[in-house]
């Protein structure tokens, strides 16, 4: 996951009638929350499990000795989704070459194996696991550095854009751990590249970062079955940044590193199901400014704006609909170009 810059954004303004405005007032709106709740699963009720097999748990080895752990969108029957600084060996990676071919470790789900764990000093138990990870060679198809270099439409704009619309790959593997059925249900209207989320949708993005890890965990001993419990989800609404698309993060929560690769879904209510229209890519830190018109007294004519800036931050995605060539050349999706839907349908 790229962490980039603090940025500033403007969050609009209120209006707001104090009849006083004591001190203390005053230290509690500019000094806002200071929680650090604990990290849970933020995925809701409404949303069946079923619905995240297209969630997948990658390990790449980037430089030798080091693992890099991610996470994965099916989008094909032998094809998966990912970030470009995931699949990439350099650390500049938007500057670097990406790997044509590479060796991918994932978590199958349908395979088993037996761990013995001690219940008490009268006996043990043997419980069956799913913890076994199989290899398989991926190539890499098509990606947005690819697009960028070869003029195909993607960005080469500086700074927090270029990172966001060009940070993925579309890999392929011949020997395939998952089914048709897992592939990811794709929102229609975000195949256009003129549909854009509405401002506040609910968005969710499901992964496998080490932040929802509890206090005991160990990694020799729970991670794999921490992977096979997930994946876990991450929740805020759908917001633009200078162009870009983002959703809320809450300020107090560490980087959420191993989500790097995870889908951005909306829930669809006519469907019932968890649409993809997009992949996460960037945590960005943010100064968020408010505006609050103050009335002493409820007298309109001492009533004065009073801007409270505070720290904030956002995640990142590329939307699917700079994706969607590569997934039509690639068989994944067919020929015919999406409908010209309106942005905000």
């Known amino acids: 996951m790229a962490v980039v810059p603090r940025t500033r954004i403007m969050d609009g303004w209120r209006m707001v009638s104090f009849q006083c405005l004591p001190i203390s007032l005053l230290v509690i709106l500019a000094s806002g ?52 600084h995931v699949w990439s060996r350099e650390e500049d990676w938007l500057g670097g070459g990406l790997e044509e071919e590479q060796e991918v470790m994932m978590l199958d789900r349908d395979r088993t194996s037996d761990l013995e764990l001690v219940l008490s000093d009268a006996g043990r138990t043997t419980l069956r696991v799913p913890s076994s990870f199989v290899g398989s060679s991926f190539r890499l198809v098509e990606s947005g550095l690819l697009d960028r270099a ?81 994946p876990y ?30 889908g951005v879904y909306l829930w669809n209510d006519e469907t019932k199901q968890l649409e993809l229209i997009g992949i996460f890519s960037l945590q960005l830190p943010v100064d968020i400014e408010n505006t609050v018109v103050i009335t002493p007294l409820g007298i309109s004519a001492l009533s004065f704006p009073w801007t409270l800036e505070e720290e904030g931050q956002r995640l990142g995605y590329t939307q699917i609909s700079r994706i969607v060539p590569a997934l039509q050349g690639a068989g994944v999706l067919p020929l015919e170009p999406a409908v010209d839907l309106p942005g905000s349908e």
Request: glycine share 10%; proline share 8%.
């Open 33 to 84: 929350c200071q929680t650090h709740p604990r990290i849970v699963d933020q995925r809701p009720e409404f949303i069946p499990r079923e619905q995240l097999s297209s969630v997948r748990s990658i390990v790449l080895e980037p430089h030798e000795g080091s693992i890099s752990m991610a996470t994965a969108i099916v989008v094909g029957e032998n094809h998966l989704l990912t970030n470009a």
């Open 150 to 230: 070869e003029g195909r439409g993607g960005s080469a704009a500086g700074g927090v854009a270029e990172q966001v619309l060009n940070d993925w790959v579309l890999i392929e593997t011949e020997t395939p751990i998952w089914g048709p059925q897992d592939v990811a249900v794709i929102h229609p209207p975000a195949m256009s590249l003129g549909w854009v989320v509405p401002k506040d949708t609910q968005l969710y993005v499901p992964g496998f970062s080490s932040i929802f890890r509890d206090d005991s965990f160990v990694l020799e001993r729970d991670q794999a079955s921490f992977l096979a419990s997930g």
């Open 233 to 262: 989800t991450l929740s805020g609404a759908a917001t633009m940044i200078d162009g870009a698309h983002f959703l809320g993060y809450p300020v107090d929560w560490p980087a959420p590193l191993g989500h790097s690769g995870a």
